[in-house]
Structures are given as C-alpha cells and as structure tokens.
C-alpha cells in the first residue's frame, strides 16, 4: 500500500467513524453494540453477532475500504454483490487465482467471513445466449465461493414470461436451480433463491424447491419483500423455515413510487419480529442488511446505514437470544 493509499484509508475511517456518531445521536430505538471497533474483536471475529451487510449498499468502497468498516463496527461478516463498478466478481483482482489466498487472509485478520456471494442470473431468462451466460457466471462464482470458504451463492427466479404458463415456467426455473445446485454440491456451496421480483409467496417458492430436487439448493429469505407482498414473517418462516440459509433485511416505508428504504426500525417492516421469528427455529445463518445504495443512490450513505444496523440489529439479536458466533 502506498503512502498516499494509506492516507486515504486513514481520511475514510475518520469520516466513517463520524458519520456513524451522528447517526447514533440521533437514533432513540438503537441498542447498543457489544463490539463496537476493532479493537474490542480478536483477529478470529470471536464474539461478534452474526451481522453482515451487503456491499451492494456501498457501490463506491474499495476492498480494502469494506473490510476495515466491517470489523470496526463489529460486522461477522461481508456479503458480496459487486466491488465499485464491477458486478461480475470473477473479475475484480481480488478474486482471481493467484490474489484468493490473500483475500482470505486479509478476511482472516479482520476477523470476517464471506457468508454469501450474489450472482445477477434470471432463472426465468428465455434467450437462450443470455441465460447461458448468466449461468456461466453463476458457475464461475461457484468457483468462488468455493475457494473462499464460503457457503451461498444468491439467484433470482425472477418473472413470469409472457406467453408461458405457471406451471411451465416452474418447471423452467426448477431445471435452472437443479442443475446450478448439482454443479455448487460437491464444491461445499449451496445456490439459495432468494424471495425476489415475482417470486415472493411462500407457496411459490416451496414449489420451486421441491422442482429443483436438489441438496444444493435452497432459499435466501428477504424478508422485506415477502413482508411487503403480504405475508407476516412469523406464516413465512413457519412455510420456509427449514430451507431458509441466508437472510436479507431492510426496513422501508409506503411512497408515490412504490417503497422508500429508511434506516433499520424507522418504517414499517417489523424487522424485529422477522429476526425473532427466524431465531426461534434455531437459525444459524447471518442476519445481512442489504441496504440498495447502488440502484437508489438518494438513499443515506453506507456509512451511516451500516453503523445504524449494526447499533439497532444486535439489539434486535440479543433480545430474540441468538448468541456470538464463537458460543453458538
């Protein structure tokens, strides 16, 4: 690291560390953190809830960057959906054959794991080109995850076609999950659904399961979304308890365009009733917040959204009983 690289990474956790003070200030419902920096984590991460966010809610941190605000505000573990303008992570440097081992270890002293990498592929996609690219993709983050220790790797459903069926493009969509969940198994990862675009019934996505017949698949719950298309977290956790593996939550609230993210407690998604829910079956995945900072750039900076969730979730953790993860 050069000089001016080490200034830089000195000039952002001083503006991070601020950033959070005020949002901290101003927040009456937040719990505080056990673990609140670094300095108060052992290298292994021992202690520390397991929280994570996705880095699709900081589109313009560095690796480096990421990995310094997680472990100082008392993150487990980082996400991984894109690193500044690249989505494809098979070409960020830091993932290619001879940089893994580093990354590793760079994650190893930071006291930080990869819980899940997301993959952009449409499982509903018709063109024949474009599907067999995205899931080429998806194979290539496969490799990954694998090398990286990591247990997830994130697809979409998505949509229903035009012109298809239900029941076709079910059976479409199951194909697509068995084949990735096959080729993720003997590697030690699992392809997890996540509850996305059209695909957010609990109904819908046991269907699909059952479909892609695989060990290697299973479901990422974003509990804001089936929540926002009707369903309580405590009927959908009861449905899809047992697939569920990874965890997305965001809070938002009603708006002319549709939903509006705001800080975690803030709106009307009962985020502390999905987390409850989700402990009481004994879960022992990670509670990531996935704030959409990339496709809604208006939203607050990640460096006040994380340190907000970090604050107001492992409240949310401790009341609900899920313990650190070196005691788990």
Not at 25 to 46: D, E, H, I, K
Not at 213 to 231: C, K, M
């Amino acid at each position: 690291m050069s000089g001016h690289d080490e200034m830089d990474r000195r000039a952002f956790l001083r503006a991070a560390g601020a950033l959070a003070a005020i949002a901290a200030t101003g927040c009456t419902r937040a719990a505080s953190v056990g673990s609140p920096g670094a300095s108060a984590a052992t290298a292994s991460g021992a202690g520390r809830l397991p929280l994570g966010f996705s880095t699709l809610g900081s589109p313009k941190w560095t690796w480096t960057q990421t990995l310094d605000f997680a472990a100082s505000n008392g993150f487990a573990g980082i996400e991984l959906r894109g690193i500044q303008e690249t989505m494809d992570l098979s070409k960020r440097p830091e993932f290619q054959p001879d940089r893994l081992a580093q990354s590793k270890r760079e994650l190893a002293a930071h006291g930080l794991s990869v819980p899940c990498l997301g993959a952009s592929v449409n499982l509903h996609e018709q063109d024949s080109a474009k599907l067999g690219a995205a899931m080429a993709e998806t194979r290539r983050f496969i490799d990954i995850a694998s090398a990286l220790g990591a247990p997830y790797v994130r697809v979409f459903g998505n949509e229903y076609p035009k012109g298809m069926s239900k029941e076709a493009v079910l059976a479409y969509i199951g194909r697509g999950l068995h084949e990735l969940g096959e080729y993720a198994r003997p590697r030690g990862v699992t392809v997890v659904l996540e509850s996305h675009g059209q695909f957010v019934d609990s109904p819908t996505l046991l269907e699909l399961m059952r479909r892609a017949d695989s060990p290697g698949v299973a479901i990422l719950w974003d509990a804001h979304h089936t929540f926002v298309a009707g369903e309580q977290p405590e009927d959908t956790v009861a449905k899809l308890g047992p697939w569920i593996r990874h965890t997305h939550l965001k809070d938002s609230v009603a708006s002319n365009a549709g939903r509006k993210y705001v800080l975690t407690g803030r709106g009307e998604v009962p985020v502390k009733r999905q987390i409850e829910a989700l402990a009481r079956t004994g879960y022992k995945g990670f509670y990531s917040l996935e704030w959409e900072k990339r496709w809604h750039p208006e939203i607050e900076e990640p460096e006040v959204a994380f340190a907000d969730f970090a604050k107001v979730a492992s409240g949310y953790l401790r009341d609900a009983g899920v313990k650190p993860i070196a005691s788990r």
